[in-house]
């Protein structure tokens, strides 16, 4: 293992709207360029936010490059506060936690960063639009952000990174001029990787993802960056090194309260940052999801069949846990016919993926290293579905109707799925949204 990574300091090149991005592991140098879109402000390209959100953009971006050894020492000449030394030591320590787990390495409390101090001296504000930067994925949660945003009349714009398969689907369908960042990463990353001698696995997309957008709010006047991230997303998967690890950590509150104040004090309050679906749970997104048809051909949550090289299959590969389980919580509030069709098969009527619910419920094995909901939240659907005849004798549900009575009792699985209607208190929707999008989601 290597004694250090080397975050190297970035350049912009506001010409041609390229970022570009050097790292060092030992021997091994990589480079990464951001491509933006034309029509960005060139004063914002020099602006002393932008200037701290691209250093800081640096450091997240790392961690793609940093995995393929996980050295103990990262090393960069980009100035940090001591709260951007927090939330970057978060995202190289918990938001790599699933790839640590996986992997067997053991880093919690023994990475050491070695930066400069940045002054925490206040900036001047950038004066920005009052509308939303809105991260489209392609799946359900992202939309039903926009039909809310949308009913509450605010105006919004789409954005993505490198867009491919359901996301472009799905902005096709939204029907409003997007915003796209190609982000090309050095493909030498890539090929070792694959080798042995180099780890590879999970990276916290959302955090990177989530400063490119901050980059792309501030070069085209946005004050709103929204996410749609669910209060599930606080769930972790395993319990590993002494801490817990998750594989939506990046999309959790907790970081959402660490970047949100890393995005207001590089900008001087100037840009917001929060998840719109944070009181929801998924089975409340799904419900809302499912008043609209206009996405049901476009969308997909499926991760199996969209890869960095693209899609290579169909929307809904049916196979994998992610695929369970968005066909479990839409199950007690969707037609059948409607979600047969949108997947392309009943996925409960499918013994063979049996292990699979059984891991979703909590029945066996651990919370797969997906974007999934709770555990007893899902446990909660299934049990639902035991008292609705349409759905009540697929082999799923009779299979697992036991088991979940005996593991967590009718009382305690009614009671879970009463609180999934229940929103939750905890976010950081401000005031004046919230107050316009609440009727909308009643």
Wanted: glycine share 8%; charged share 20%; hydrophobic share 45%.
């Amino acid at each position: 293992m290597d004694e250090s990574f080397l975050i190297e300091h970035p350049a912009f090149d506001a010409t041609r709207g390229v970022a570009r991005f050097g790292y060092r592991l030992g021997d091994l140098c990589f480079a990464e360029t951001l491509t933006f879109p034309a029509g960005f402000s060139a004063a914002a390209a020099v602006s002393p936010s932008f200037q701290r959100l691209l250093g800081l953009t640096a450091v997240v971006l790392g961690v793609s490059y940093y995995k393929l050894q996980a050295p103990l020492v990262i090393t960069t000449p980009v100035a940090l506060t001591p709260h951007e030394r927090k939330l970057m030591l978060d995202i190289y320590e918990n938001g790599l936690g699933e790839f640590y787990a996986r992997n067997e390495l053991r880093r919690f409390g023994r990475i050491r960063i070695e930066a400069g101090a940045a002054p925490e001296a206040p900036i001047e504000p950038p004066r920005l639009a009052d509308r939303v930067l809105l991260p489209i994925g392609g799946g359900k949660d992202s939309l039903v952000s926009f039909q809310l945003l949308e009913a509450a009349g605010i105006e919004l714009t789409p954005f993505a990174v490198n867009p491919k398969g359901p996301i472009l689907g799905s902005v096709d369908r939204i029907g409003r001029v997007p915003l796209y960042v190609t982000r090309k990463l050095d493909p030498e990353m890539i090929r070792l990787g694959k080798l042995p001698g180099y780890y590879n696995g999970h990276v916290p997309s959302t955090a990177i993802n989530s400063m490119i957008a901050a980059l792309t709010a501030l070069l085209f006047s946005y004050n709103r960056i929204v996410l749609s991230n669910e209060r599930s997303a606080n769930e972790g998967n395993v319990a590993f090194d002494g801490r817990e690890a998750n594989h939506q950590h990046s999309k959790s509150l907790a970081f959402e309260r660490l970047i949100a104040e890393a995005l207001a004090a590089a900008t001087g309050g100037a840009l917001s940052y929060f998840s719109l679906l944070r009181p929801y749970s998924e089975a409340r997104i799904a419900a809302l999801f499912a008043r609209q048809t206009r996405f049901d051909r476009v969308f997909s949550s499926c991760n199996e069949n969209f890869k960095l090289a693209g899609n290579d299959g169909p929307l809904w590969c049916g196979r994998c846990p992610k695929c369970h389980f968005v066909f479990l919580i839409f199950a007690p509030v969707m037609d059948r016919e409607r979600l047969v069709g949108i997947f392309g098969k009943d996925l409960l009527a499918q013994p063979a993926h049996e292990r699979s619910f059984r891991e979703l419920t909590g029945l066996a094995g651990q919370k797969p290293w997906e974007c999934v909901g709770e555990i007893e939240e899902a446990a909660a659907c299934l049990h639902a579905l035991t008292n609705m005849p349409e759905w009540a004798a697929e082999p799923i549900v009779t299979s697992l109707r036991p088991d979940l009575l005996a593991q967590y009792g009718a009382p305690r699985l009614e009671a879970a799925l009463a609180e999934l209607n229940r929103d939750a208190t905890e976010h950081l929707i401000p005031n004046d949204i919230a107050a316009r999008v609440a009727p909308h989601a009643l």
